[in-house]
């Protein structure tokens, strides 16, 4: 699969961000912007950056911190640290172990295990709810079991994962079972009616054609892999080696609780599969909307 972006290096992130205040401006100005108008004053900028690390209103002297509500929120590392730890997760195609972080850093095991989470986190608001499809599109969708996860510290189970893909982007989550009662409801809200479905023979999609789905079929049991009509499903087949490979190889056993946030981080890598320096960009610059004002300042980030 070719890449027509370079991602970009760690000689290019220290030219870039050489000292904690050029983060702490990129953050804001990604955020806010200099032409931000003042919550308190209600005047447009100009913004100056304080010795709290913060941008103050010359103005007013109203206060606003580009952490607050952004994974950077109630963190002691500098942001500096955080570019960098977002630098090294765009660097890999199946993920970074806890462990590494913690070598890479120096941080203990708790402290790399809580930067890395949040890091997940982040991509996984990132990927969002997509809705698939549209009239004479085709769609893949199928589901897969994952072993070796963890439920409470009580030895491994399985997870079952459903996935749907329009072969740019996929979007997977935790399904508690893969029958007809679980799935439908998913394909109704995630896929728009007309769509051509491609599946495998599995009998909880036997129904498709009849709730305003085209549906063709790959019967898998008897090595069909590709149908007469030429659909298949091998968009979704290879992005689940992906995915198999990134929890089995780099983390061994994931937790039940955190296997969301696993499965987002690969699902956000597949998505800037083509474009890796946008991958790090859309990470430090795109962040959920601003809390609201109260008092006198943002509340502390």
């Given at each position: 699969m070719p890449?027509?972006?370079?991602?970009?290096?760690?000689?290019?992130?220290?030219?870039?961000?050489?000292?904690?205040?050029?983060c702490v401006s990129h953050l804001f100005n990604s955020r806010f912007g200099q032409n931000y108008a003042c919550p308190k004053c209600d005047?447009?900028?100009?913004?100056?950056?304080?010795?709290?690390?913060?941008?103050?209103?010359?103005?007013?002297?109203?206060?606003?911190?580009?952490?607050?509500?952004?994974?950077?929120?109630?963190?002691?590392?500098?942001?500096?640290?955080?570019?960098?730890?977002?630098?090294v997760f765009?660097?890999?195609?199946?993920?970074?172990?806890?462990?590494?972080?913690?070598?890479?850093?120096?941080?203990?095991?708790?402290?790399?295990?809580?930067?890395?989470?949040?890091i997940?986190?982040?991509?996984?608001?990132?990927?969002?709810?997509?809705?698939?499809?549209?009239?004479?599109?085709?769609?893949?969708?199928?589901?897969?079991?994952?072993?070796?996860?963890?439920?409470?510290?009580?030895?491994?189970c399985r997870a079952i994962i459903f996935g749907i893909s329009d072969r740019k982007r996929v979007s997977t989550m935790i399904v508690p079972k893969r029958n007809r009662a679980t799935l439908e409801p998913i394909i109704r809200a995630r896929i728009r009616p007309g769509t051509i479905i491609n599946s495998d023979g599995w009998r909880a999609y036997d129904h498709l054609s009849e709730i305003g789905f085209e549906h063709i079929k790959c019967n898998h049991k008897i090595g069909q892999w590709v149908s007469e009509e030429g659909a298949h499903t091998r968009h979704l087949d290879t992005y689940w080696t992906t995915l198999k490979r990134s929890i089995r190889g780099i983390h061994l056993h994931v937790s039940m609780d955190h296997l969301e946030k696993y499965i987002k981080e690969c699902e956000f890598r597949h998505t800037f599969r083509k474009k890796p320096a946008d991958m790090f960009w859309d990470l430090i610059s795109k962040h959920p909307p601003p809390l609201p004002f109260s008092g006198k300042r943002y509340r502390k980030g």
């Open positions: 890449i027509t972006q370079k991602s970009l290096s760690i000689f290019d992130f220290e030219g870039l961000f050489p000292n904690e205040d050029s005047k447009e900028g100009p913004w100056y950056l304080n010795k709290y690390k913060r941008f103050a209103c010359s103005r007013c002297g109203c206060q606003i911190s580009g952490r607050s509500g952004t994974v950077f929120s109630y963190s002691n590392h500098p942001l500096r640290t955080w570019f960098r730890a977002m630098l765009t660097h890999t195609r199946t993920g970074i172990s806890n462990a590494f972080i913690a070598r890479h850093f120096g941080f203990s095991h708790e402290t790399s295990w809580r930067l890395a989470n949040k997940r986190s982040h991509m996984a608001w990132h990927c969002g709810t997509p809705i698939f499809g549209g009239a004479g599109e085709h769609v893949e969708i199928d589901e897969t079991l994952i072993r070796g996860i963890r439920r409470g510290g009580k030895g491994s």
